[in-house]
C-alpha cells in the first residue's frame, strides 16, 4: 500500500486543522494505522493508533482530548483532527501503515509499521 499524508500547513495556536492520509494499491481496511511526527531537532514520536482488528484507538498523553483518529473506508483514508494545536504541536507529521499480526502493545512501535506516507508539516505559531 501507498500512503499519501496531507493537510499540514501554517496555525495559530488554539486553530484547528485535519490531516489526511490516503492510501492507494490496497484497501486500508486490514491495517492497522499509526500518526507519528517528528519536531525539529527531536525523534519521531507516536501520535494516535487505530487498530485493525477490533478498530480500537490509542492516543499518545500529550494529544489526548484534543486529537482524533478515523476511518474512512469508502475513501480508503485515515484522518488526524487536530483541535486546540498548540506550538509544541509543531512537527512533520507521519501516517504509518502495518498489515502485521501484532498485539495491542506492539502497536505504538514504530517499528512494526511497513508502509509510510511522506510526511506533512504543521507548524503552529504563538
Known amino acids: 500500500v501507498q500512503l499519501q499524508a496531507s493537510g499540514g500547513g501554517l496555525v495559530q495556536t488554539g486553530d484547528s486543522l485535519r490531516l489526511s492520509c490516503a492510501a492507494s494499491?490496497?484497501?486500508?481496511?486490514?491495517?492497522?494505522i499509526g500518526w507519528f511526527r517528528q519536531a525539529p531537532g527531536k525523534e519521531r514520536e507516536g501520535v494516535s493508533w487505530l487498530s485493525s482488528g477490533d478498530g480500537s484507538i490509542y492516543y499518545a498523553d500529550s494529544v489526548k482530548g484534543r486529537f482524533t483518529i478515523s476511518r474512512d473506508n469508502a475513501k480508503n483514508t485515515v484522518y488526524l483532527q487536530m483541535n486546540s494545536v498548540r506550538p509544541e504541536d509543531t512537527a512533520v507529521y507521519f501516517c504509518?501503515?502495518?498489515?502485521?499480526?501484532?498485539?495491542?502493545?506492539?502497536?505504538?512501535?514504530?517499528?512494526?509499521?511497513?508502509?509510510w506516507g511522506q510526511g506533512t508539516l504543521v507548524t503552529v505559531s504563538s
Open positions: 494499491g490496497s484497501t486500508l481496511d486490514y491495517y492497522a
Open positions: 504509518a501503515a502495518t498489515q502485521r499480526h501484532i498485539i495491542i502493545s506492539q502497536l505504538r512501535s514504530e517499528k512494526v509499521y511497513d508502509n
